[in-house]
């Protein structure tokens, strides 16, 4: 079924047919009525890409770049993003390998399924860590601690994430951690098999950096008590002391806070808003992605994540000022589908997509495309208004022509 999967949407689809309810819901949603959901995805087709002719590229293109100053193959990259072995037994595991078989970044959460120490001997490769802002600052210590370690190249802190989103899907659902094995619930794992049978044949999952086994009444409630909501610019500087190497603030929207970030020592600005998963109508993250570049100035790391289900949609970020894109849904739905295969399956789809994009632009690097890409993207409709008005000799003299 995968070989069958043309696209990330497809994708989405045999993920939806596979995995229980309950979790791939959890995996789809955005907060309250998904309307960042949305036009984060849609803003994507308001760009047009006036692409150069006769540029005489000859394949194969490079795209390799470099990621918080690690080379890698791709200017994309898998996100980190939690309980990936809820969706599939082979989880973080199956990610961490498809990443490092693509030689691209891995992102890990400190709300993973798998060790820090596993994944790190797993991929070799360049790695981001991404940390919540937890009350229990020993944790934070901790966990950093054990990802340096771990070869753990550069920290992600979250920073949209002081309270938990409305997923109103998981509230429906009654989505908790671990599963509440209700009537509906269980009548679901009967439709869906083959994720059914993975479920209960492996050892069940816990989180490997935080403690879920605290009573809670729901995934919210959870969260909301193991997160410190007052975690401020201080703390961040605070952090950056502790870990002490390249670091990005995670979930970026705003140009004055992306420079604020810079000045108090962020190597990076990681432009994002959780997946459209926390606060209900923020901005799509390719719209503020131009401001952020223009206000940090042309030296600083971008990193940018939000709605990208296509090549083109790679080479947009990177033709607006990202200087990579983390994607986070594509791969997940990979997962979902089919393990490894699945993860390995999406990031194929978007390499051949971004070639071809890059390709068809007339920009046979990323250094290229980065470089030109101004004048390759424009907002749809604004390219007409440039052009001159054919028919201006004509107004006032009575056809009402235009
Ligand atoms: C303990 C489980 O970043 C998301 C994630 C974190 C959710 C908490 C999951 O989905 O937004």
Redesign the pocket.
Known sequence: ALKKAVNIADLRLIAKARAHKMVFD?LDAGADDEISLRRGKDAYTELEMHYKILSGIKPPLDLSTKIFGMDVNLPFFGC????NRMFHWEGETAAAKASEKFGTLYGL?S?ATTGITEIGAIHSGPKVFQL?VWKDRELVKEVIAKAKEGGFGALAL?VD?TW??N?ERDIRNDFS?PPKYSVPQMIEALRKPAWTYDFLSHEPYT?AC?N?DVPADS?AA??NSQIAPEFNWSDAEWLLGEWNGPAAPKGVVRPDDAKRAIEIGFSSIWVSN??A??LETSPATIDVLPSIREAVGPDVEIIMDGGVQRGTDIAKALALGADSVGVGKPYLWGLAAGGEAGVSRAYEILKVELDRAMGLLGTPTVADLKREGPSLIKRRGSSIRDYPDRNAHLRGYGGGIV
């Open positions: 959890y980190p993003t939690a309980g959460s709300l919540y979250t994430f938990y989103g997923r951690i989180y935080i879920t995934l959870f969260v959780h997946g998963r926390q």
